[in-house]
Structure formats: C-alpha cells, structure tokens
C-alpha cells in the first residue's frame, strides 16, 4: 500500500476542519459570519488541492503511457 501524498493528507485535514466548524457554529461556538468565512477560505484551499491532486494524476497518467 502506497502512503499517502501531502495532498491527501491536506484534503483530509480540510475536510475535518470543515466538519469541526460545522458543529461548532451548530453549537453556537462561532459566530454566522465567521463560519461563512472560515467555509469560503476552506472551499478554496480545498479546490487548489483537488487542482492538484488533478495534476498529479495526469502526470501519473503521462508516465504511465511512456
């Protein structure tokens, strides 16, 4: 089994940082609008890692084919 790659691991934290605010803000912990903010910062970090991820993939492919 492969170990996983930096952009997994970056997508996986992403994701669990994402539910933490999702409970936090249900738990009134944090405020609306932070929340909202927080989810747009992490939605963009979570598209530059899939973008990523995309690369990486298609140079897999590349090599794969040579």
């Known amino acids: 089994m492969m ?3 930096t952009a997994c691991r970056r997508s996986e934290r ?3 940082r994402m539910k933490q605010i999702y409970i936090d803000n249900l738990d ?3 405020e609306e609008t932070i929340f909202n903010t927080l ?3 992490f939605r963009e970090q ?3 890692v899939a ?3 995309e690369l990486r993939l298609d140079a897999d492919l590349i090599v794969l084919v040579w």
Do not use: K
């Open 3 to 5: 170990p996983p790659c």
């Open 14 to 16: 992403l994701r669990e």
């Open 28 to 30: 009134g912990r944090i």
């Open 39 to 41: 989810t747009a910062q």
């Open 46 to 48: 979570e598209r530059r």
């Open 51 to 53: 973008r990523e991820l």
